[in-house]
């Protein structure tokens, strides 16, 4: 079967509203490389969307998985519990970056995440209102669709979403908007619209994943926590993509000062494997009434077991070391394309660790989506996975595993290089 085969079969058997970045289809991985079926090899730098910071199949997540399958693959864990599930809540609770004692529930997906959490925030508060940011991603269903702050292509003709979900811009030294705007913005929104005291939660990405990598001004997270101690409005970390050292830290939001209350967690946190959660502080974990928690295939002990294989290997094989590390490389390659007088236009190279971003701008300055992707489409042509993001679509992300070694970073770096040389005509 060959990559067109399956492509004529996928726009046959398939929704085109899931988007397929590439028209290649997998048919065999490893660490930081994959093969298409038609035999040809990739150096993935998409990382399946931030889901493989210890890459693909990596050996002691495999043997953890292959333990648990020969144990059981699924009971219910509001049927029968079993120890995977806890023994992952308890190691998470000792990583949480939250005051205090923490509690994780496990879930499947990041859109579940974030739902659940903003739940435990309303039911912790007894408010309805949830006040997200311009360009932040927190999922696909109703309620995170709602928080989700980007129309296109998430919002387009799919509303009504849900009520009392609001939105001010981000402030971020990579994205012209400052802390003082923003604050501005939050003020027209409490004078207008809403009452500070009928906000839960606010619900924040310590590094804009999908929205263009743009970090949290510290600044702005000071404010927000003011906020906290003055309205008692929670503040959620979305950690879905920046969690498990893809930052350089095993969550984004230590790079700052201020704590959240809950924190999202899904993607990189199972090695490949289906697996979200909630880790919040005790207190308000404990709100919900039994039953009122859950799913039925939420904290798979398959998904669990490879999770928690996951934080030994990122303990084991000094990951958030690595992440600094590669993320200077990336850093060095990047500015030096950008140095030469042949390639496209390149801007704002951002991020911290191994979660770099940058844009693709034409001769004025302007981002450019067009030239994007077809960066990314030659990446491809010449054998380099690697992915756009941004409000406008010109930003490209590198989320290469972090256990990818030099000798492969520095071919995909070289590749990428090539891609960015402008083409004419």
Request: include cysteine; glycine fraction near 10%; proline fraction near 5%.
């Amino acid at each position: 079967m060959s990559n067109a085969d399956l492509l004529v079969r996928r726009n046959a058997a398939v929704p085109r509203g899931v988007a397929n970045a590439t028209n290649v289809y997998a048919a065999k991985a490893e660490n930081a490389e994959i093969w298409d079926v038609d035999g040809k090899r990739y150096i993935d730098f998409a990382g399946g969307i931030a889901v493989l910071n210890v890459g693909h199949r990596h050996p002691k997540v495999m043997a953890a998985v292959n333990r648990q399958l020969e144990l059981y693959t699924h009971t219910a864990f509001q049927v029968m519990a079993y120890e995977p599930y806890i023994a992952l809540a308890e190691k998470l609770n000792t990583l949480a970056p939250v005051e205090g004692p923490a509690k994780t529930i496990f879930f499947t997906t990041g859109a579940e995440a974030t739902e659940n959490a903003v739940k435990v925030a309303r039911a912790a508060t007894g408010r309805p209102g949830v006040i997200a940011f311009v360009g932040g991603f927190h999922g696909r269903t109703a309620l995170s669709g709602a928080m989700t702050g980007k129309v296109n292509p998430y919002k387009i003709g799919l509303g009504p979403f849900p009520a009392d979900v609001y939105h001010v811009p981000l402030a971020s030294p990579s994205n012209g908007i400052s802390v003082a705007e923003s604050l501005r913005a939050l003020e027209f929104l409490f004078a207008a619209d809403v009452e500070p005291e009928r906000i839960a939660a606010f619900i924040v990405e310590p590094v804009q994943g999908e929205g263009g990598f743009h970090t949290v001004d510290p600044e702005l997270l000071l404010a927000l926590a003011q906020l906290r101690e003055r309205y008692g409005i929670l503040l959620i970390a979305d950690e879905v993509q920046t969690g498990f050292a893809r930052t350089g830290r095993m969550f984004g939001i230590e790079h700052q000062a201020v704590k959240p209350d809950l924190v999202t967690v899904a993607k990189s946190l199972a090695g490949g494997f289906p697996l979200s959660g909630v880790i919040g502080r005790a207190d308000l974990m404990d709100t919900i009434a039994p039953g009122g928690l859950g799913g039925t295939y939420a904290g798979s002990p398959v998904a669990c077991a490879a999770a928690l294989a996951v934080l030994e290997v990122i303990e084991e094989e000094g990951l958030l070391a690595r992440a600094n590390a590669m993320g200077e490389k990336v850093r060095a390659a990047i500015s030096a394309a950008a140095a030469r007088n042949d390639t496209v236009g390149v801007a704002n190279l951002r991020g911290p660790g191994a979660m770099i971003g940058f844009d693709v701008v034409d001769d004025t300055g302007n981002p450019d989506a067009q030239e994007a992707k077809k960066v990314t489409a030659r990446a491809l042509e010449k054998g380099l996975v690697v992915l756009t993001c941004g409000t406008h679509g010109a930003g490209i992300r590198i989320l290469v595993p972090l256990t990818a070694s030099d000798q492969l970073l520095d071919e995909g770096l070289s590749v990428l290089t090539q891609a960015l040389v402008r083409v004419v005509g």
